[in-house]
């Protein structure tokens, strides 16, 4: 029994990262859940309502900034899919992790994926999980600070977002400890 995983805003400035698991049923087939980048937000929100149907399970887990900010941000997004993969009702047989780098701590086999999203069927349903569930997370903090703009940009870096940061300073939400060129090269 395979299980999918993959996160969404692991590049942001603002927000959590927000990580999911879905397991699917063996022969389970659906031609339009493809990864979430590729998909319009409305067909995005379509497909989480057709995968929380279908799925023999599914979890989505949030990793606070705050947390973030004391792990950084890879560990975040590790610990994220563990987590999701914890709240899952069924155990899975092995993890199918989307990108290149995986701490188990739950002693369940895996395998990380590169474009694994683009691969395989339930990577792609994490990721359109986790990415919806993040957009509306970001939707509602954005009426609690809308000089943001996180309603549009999410969380992350667009110029607009960055002049706000400049201009306003740092809103609870933001990470603190995220600068983009110190996550290319992340301990874990």
Known sequence: MECGCDEAGR???????????????YDYANEEINDSKQLSAIKREHLRTVIERDAL??????VSEKRIDEINILNASIQGMND???????????LLIDGNRFKDRLGIPYKCVVKGDATYLS?????????????????????EFPVYGWKKNKG????????????HGFSPYH????????QLSLEF
Do not use: W
């Open 11 to 25: 590049g942001c400035l603002a927000g959590p990262v927000c990580a999911a698991a879905v397991i699917f049923p």
């Open 57 to 62: 399970a599914f979890c989505v887990v949030e």
């Open 84 to 94: 999701a993969v914890e709240g899952l009702a069924i155990e899975p047989e092995l």
């Open 123 to 143: 990577i792609a349903a994490a990721s359109i999980l986790a990415k919806t569930y993040r957009d509306a997370l970001m939707e509602r903090l954005d009426a």
């Open 156 to 167: 992350y870096p667009t110029p607009e977002h960055v002049a706000a940061v400049m201009q």
């Open 175 to 182: 990470r603190r400890s995220f600068h983009l060129k110190n």
